[in-house]
């Protein structure tokens, strides 16, 4: 069994390597062994898996996750922990040292080239200032990314799982729709990581799936969705007016797509979203740019 990082050895750890943790890089380490296993546990990885995670960190689910995947690709931005971490998993874990591809750079610059062999799934304790562009960019950049479980900020993780007509619904739940359903899986306290942050923890697991049928593009369908949650609580009619060029025109592209004008885009599932576009494509509407 691999031994993995109590709370006296991130300590230690930190200490040698001169490391604070900073609020910029989001860094809250998880140094609770049962909440790391959790973890591992609900991700339901196969010995076959390939595991991209991002934020290892100075390494405790790393440890974990080598122990049940064929191999972890570790995307770290801070150069001192991307540095030690090949260190740490050979002292805790040297039959599974050649399991492990540290990658030293910003992953929301990741590239599908970059990871190989390919990741199969996505398991990260993520900063929270970058949780949701980040999963939507690993989304869109790596085909072969068909489930995961991240940890985030609970306010994010039940936006990123909110139903249409929830109050927390928004742009993220639509745009992670796009590519795979979502669903919250547990709480986590503060107290597992150190420094503790202030607020609580969720895990939000999600599996991919074909996206909505239509023959608009993501970027087209992604323009909507900005739109429509531009302002909040506005109605379509209005959301949509800069987008489709008028309230007039925005009426008449959401009458051809079937939808209420004066419904709310915090109503609209995302294969509305993907309609409500292809509407605006029949009247030469603009073609969005993708901001995930």
Do not use: C
């Not at 591809?101 to 996505?122: G, K, N």
């Amino acid at each position: 069994m691999v031994r993995l990082l109590g709370p006296a050895e991130i300590r230690d750890l930190a200490a040698r390597l001169g490391i604070r943790p900073t609020k910029t890089l989001g860094q809250n380490f998880m140094h609770d062994a049962n909440t790391v296993r959790r973890i591992v546990r609900e991700a339901r990885l196969s010995a076959t898996d390939v595991v991209l995670e991002v934020g290892p960190g100075l390494g405790s689910l790393t440890l974990a996750l080598l122990a049940e995947a064929a191999h972890v690709h570790a995307v770290e931005i801070d150069p001192v922990l991307a540095a030690a971490l090949p260190a740490t998993v050979a002292t805790h874990a040297p039959e599974r040292a050649d399991r492990l591809t540290v990658h030293r750079q910003d992953a929301l610059h990741l590239t599908a080239e970059q990871v190989t062999p390919p990741p199969t799934a996505l398991v990260a304790n993520l900063p929270y200032n970058v949780a949701v562009p980040v999963v939507l960019h690993l989304l869109a950049e790596l085909p072969g990314l068909t489930r995961g479980l991240v940890l985030v900020q609970l306010e994010v993780a039940q936006r990123l799982t909110a139903p249409p007509g929830s109050t927390v619904y928004g742009a993220p739940t639509a745009k992670l729709a796009w590519y795979a359903e979502a669903r919250l899986v547990g709480r986590v306290p503060p107290t597992v990581f150190w420094p503790v942050p202030r607020v609580e923890s969720g895990l939000v697991a999600f599996h991919r799936r074909p996206a909505p049928v239509t023959d608009v593009d993501r970027a087209e369908v992604f323009a909507v969705i900005d739109a429509a949650f531009a302002q909040r609580r506005k109605t379509l009619r209005s959301a949509l007016a800069a987008w489709a060029g008028s309230p007039v025109a925005a009426e008449a592209v959401l009458t051809r797509a079937g939808v209420d004008p004066t419904a709310r885009g915090e109503q609209m599932d995302i294969a509305t979203f993907a309609r409500i576009a292809r509407a605006g494509r029949d009247r030469g509407g603009p073609a969005g740019i993708v901001t995930a």
